[in-house]
């Protein structure tokens, strides 16, 4: 009986296993979003160092020095450090 309830919880525990498997298999979740940005240049975000595609990216020369934000908030941020 005891044998039995072992092998029971072997089965389960393989069962389990095999499910996060399959979850981890890399390829099955494609996002296809990414492929509209392709070809587009992006550039770093000065404040919080996320990238931005370039048409979306706020601009601003700061001491002769090109920085690009994500948003004002970072923008406001960045000037606001440097006085
Ligand atoms: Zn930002």
Redesign the pocket.
Known sequence: MIRLLLLALLFFLAYTAYNAFVRSLPGRKTLPKDKSREGEEMVR?S??G?FVPRSMALEKSIKGEKHF???AK?RDIFTGKKG
Request: charged share 10%; hydrophobic share 10%.
């Open positions: 975000d404040q919080c996320t934000f994500c948003s970072c």
